[in-house]
């Protein structure tokens, strides 16, 4: 259980043009998908939050004209790179948050994310 | 503002040995702990959480680690290392009570090398 999956795996687009990248929950839904990007050797950015049904929440410092990011349903967000610029090449990986929370004792939290396999992403 | 240290960037352990990788966070409220390993090209996968309880936890593939909350550490401990561990090893942290998003802090990661 827990699936989450990333199409492409991988990607090489011309500068300029727009790619598209699709996070999917297999098995749950998924209120709240998670965007990162990783260079390579250094750890995950957090770039976008995104809630089903509603606009994406930014980091401070990831455009969000250049980052667009659709969460139409409750299994489904998109990544789109738009105008793709060769340092937008790297490492993109979603997660996917379950609906509801998880009780453990007297704890109660959110569920965890479940990570995708991730899309390396090569802009020529 | 929350963050994740992780002081060691390599570590190379023969196969068998022990391991233990460190991790310390700084956090203003009860913290919910993550360890992930990622492959190569690959995406993270997660060995063990702790929120709440038993200060030590089991994770998958023998793993385990110890919340010590004086010493704001979460270590990762392997009593036996398996070639196949060699991997890049993230520790993460993220609020722990509902309604917190669940974002989470990752640390800059250890890249473990075993040696045969």
């Known amino acids: 259980g827990a699936v989450v999956s990333q199409h492409p795996s991988w990607v090489i687009c011309k500068s300029g043009t727009s790619v598209k990248i699709e996070c999917r929950s297999l098995?749950?839904?998924?209120?709240?998908m998670f965007w990162y990007r990783q260079f390579p050797k250094q750890s995950l950015m957090l770039m976008a939050t995104?809630?089903?049904?509603?606009?994406?929440?930014?980091e401070q410092g990831v455009e969000k004209d250049k980052f667009l990011i659709n969460h139409a349903s409750l299994t489904l967000s998109t990544l789109t790179v738009t105008s793709a610029h060769p340092e937008d090449s790297s490492f993109y990986i979603c997660?996917?948050?379950?609906?509801?929370?998880?009780?453990?004792?007297?704890?109660?939290?959110?569920?965890?994310?479940?990570f995708g396999p991730g899309t390396r992403l090569t802009v020529t | 503002a929350q963050s994740v240290t992780q002081p060691d960037i390599h570590i190379t352990v023969s196969e068998g040995a022990s391991l233990e990788l460190r991790c310390n966070y700084s956090?203003?409220?009860?913290?919910?702990l993550f360890w992930y390993v990622q492959s190569p090209g690959q995406g993270l996968q997660l060995l063990l959480k702790?929120?709440?309880?038993?200060?030590l936890v089991q994770g998958i593939k023998g793993f385990e680690a110890e919340f010590k909350r004086s010493q704001s550490s979460f270590n990762l401990r392997k009593p036996s290392v398996h070639w196949s561990d060699a991997a890049e090893y993230f520790c993460?942290?993220?609020?722990?009570?509902?309604?917190?998003?669940?974002?989470?802090?990752f640390g800059t990661g250890t890249q473990l090398k075993v040696e045969l």
């Open positions: 997660s996917a948050r379950g609906v509801g929370t998880v009780t453990s004792g007297d704890w109660t939290g959110p569920y965890e994310q479940y």
């Open positions: 098995d749950f839904q998924a209120t709240t």
């Open positions: 995104s809630n089903e049904g509603s606009k994406a929440t930014y």
């Open positions: 956090y203003g409220a009860t913290p919910y």
């Open positions: 702790y929120f709440s309880g038993d200060t």
């Open positions: 993460a942290v993220g609020p722990a009570f509902t309604g917190g998003g669940n974002k989470l802090t």
